[in-house]
RNA sequence: GGUGGAGUGGCCGAGAGGCGAGGCACAGGACUGCAAAUCCUGCUACACGGGUUCAAAUCCCGUCUCCACCUCCA
């Protein structure tokens, strides 16, 4: 079996992966910064962290993964002003609205969810280390920053040099030594939040919070950081030097998903509503949406377009299509097992076109049993799906994705159909197919769709979604 | 200006020196009273121009186009 391999962005390779800790993966991503509703490039990080997340967990390691949220920054106070209410309200509004988008496309909570708010005192702390150390300084008027210049690694994840880099704009930069040195803390301003520090008032800059929470819940040393391909810099970087100047080891590896794009552009906030994670779930399923967002690899752009969304739901419902009839025929659910070259894709830097790929195969395989009648061939086909579909977290099964149907309701609603289906039966035995294409039509008309198998007739609900 | 990414068949989307990824769509066939579902067959592509090689989508040189980051960003 080959050993799971990962690319890491520092070193631009990839390269088995090697824990810290032999049985223990510990990753840390960044998450949202609450100023805005989840779109689909958004959640697209979510997702594919969560398939790296059950991929560890399926191979044996214990993960601990921490997603941390950014309740305060810039763009908070300038939405809240806009938005008319307290700063904490409207960063409470957004989180939720994330962890509602999260919870619809089956991204598994994380081990922890910290907030920036809740973490001043660990930046006090690391402030205070860096100034000790040297690395920071306090000008006096309550900021506090760090001085790049005195880091021999700075840049080395984004491989530039400090003095290509285009010089800020920034208006505050009197208080900086070195125009390129950024803010840890920024003093407070009249009607912004602040907090007591020993150089002053104020809140936190915006990198600070990553290198803070990282450390008080992965130590000085982790295996993974992730984030979208727009964190490696400044964000990721000036954490490095954060917690590099610290003293600490930091992320051993760095991974990076790339964006949904439209029209080959990076989606960004002002393309308005139409892909907001809510917006697609009135039209797609939570299931759907995660298996489209699932369905490129991690770090190639995946250009968005209704057609291929409405393409792949179609592709999917397909497979879930062929595990019900497999649950039928076997008279139980498929149980989850995994192929070799299921395995293996998933073990080349989580290579899902290939591993979807190998459902594809598995699926032919399957429906041809079916029709053959192997029972234990359908059954390996069956089982590897579910085992593969587990892993992306796209199982029909999984309780997440099961709706409150009302069991009543169900076995009405079956009973009424049997009773459609048994009248239909009749005008077919006497060859009045009139009658019979009449009850399957008016059928269709009220959305079942109805399959003539071997084994009898099938109704299911289709699922052509309203414009 | 600096750094990085991309261009693959009607569409989506992998691969990264040699054995036609896969899916969707389309066409033909099987099955069916007709459908639906399913299966089988067909569709041999890698921006452009050179070069290296027995062999290039893949490596090298050049060109074009697009995108991203450069202290707001998934």
Request: aromatic content about 8%; proline content about 4%; some cysteine.
């Amino acid at each position: 079996m080959s050993p799971l391999a990962l690319y890491d962005t520092l070193t631009r390779t990839t390269q088995p992966f090697t824990p810290l800790k032999p049985g223990e993966v510990s990753i840390y991503l960044c998450g949202a910064t609450v100023q805005g509703s989840p779109h689909i490039g958004h959640i697209r990080s979510g997702v594919n962290f969560d398939i790296l997340s059950r991929w560890l967990t399926k191979s044996g390691y214990a993960v601990t993964f921490i997603r941390n949220v950014t309740d305060i920054d810039d763009k908070i106070l300038q939405k809240a002003v806009l938005e008319q209410m307290p700063w904490w309200a409207l960063a409470m509004k957004y989180e939720r609205e994330f962890t509602n988008a999260y919870a619809a496309l089956n991204v598994l909570p994380p081990t922890y969810e910290p907030r920036a708010t809740g973490h001043i005192t660990q930046m006090i702390e690391l402030m205070k280390t860096l100034i000790e150390r040297g690395a920071a300084y306090a000008p006096g008027n309550g900021d506090v920053y760090l001085s790049v210049r005195t880091l021999d690694s700075y840049l080395t994840l984004s491989r530039q040099k400090l003095d290509d880099l285009l010089s800020s704009q920034d208006s505050e930069s009197s208080f900086k030594k070195d125009p390129r040195d950024f803010a840890l803390w920024k003093a407070a301003k009249a009607g912004e939040p602040s907090w007591p520090t020993p150089w002053g008032t104020g809140r936190p800059g915006w990198h600070l919070e990553c290198s803070a929470m990282a450390h008080a819940y992965l130590g000085e040393a982790f295996d993974i950081h992730g984030g979208g391909l727009d964190l490696i810099f400044p964000h990721h970087e000036n954490e490095i030097a954060q917690s590099q100047a610290a003293g600490y080891a930091f992320s051993n590896i760095w991974m990076h998903n790339a964006w949904v794009t439209t029209s080959g552009e990076k989606m960004s906030k002002s393309l308005g509503n139409s892909l907001r994670v809510s917006e697609l779930l009135k039209h797609f399923r939570g299931i759907e949406l995660r298996w489209y967002l699932g369905s490129a690899h991690y770090r190639s752009m995946l250009e968005y377009s209704r057609e291929a969304l409405e393409e792949s739901a179609t592709g999917f419902r397909r497979i879930e299509s062929f595990l019900y009839r497999a649950g039928e025929l076997l008279g139980a659910p498929a149980v989850a097992s995994l192929s070799q070259s299921f395995t293996d894709a998933m073990n080349d830097d989580l290579a899902v076109p290939a591993a979807l790929a190998t459902i594809s195969e598995s699926l032919r395989l399957g429906n041809s049993a079916i029709t053959s009648g192997d029972m234990a061939v359908l059954a390996k086909s069956a089982n590897e799906i579910r085992g593969a579909l587990e892993v992306l977290g796209c199982d029909p099964f999984d309780l997440s994705f099961v709706t409150g149907a009302n069991a009543d309701e169900t076995n009405a609603l079956d009973g009424v159909i049997q009773l459609a289906l048994a009248q239909r039966a009749a005008a077919r035995d006497r060859k009045d197919f009139a009658a019979s294409d009449a009850i399957r039509d008016g059928l269709i008309a009220l959305g079942i769709t109805i399959e003539d198998t071997p084994q009898g007739p099938r109704w299911s609900i289709s699922r052509t979604e309203e414009r």
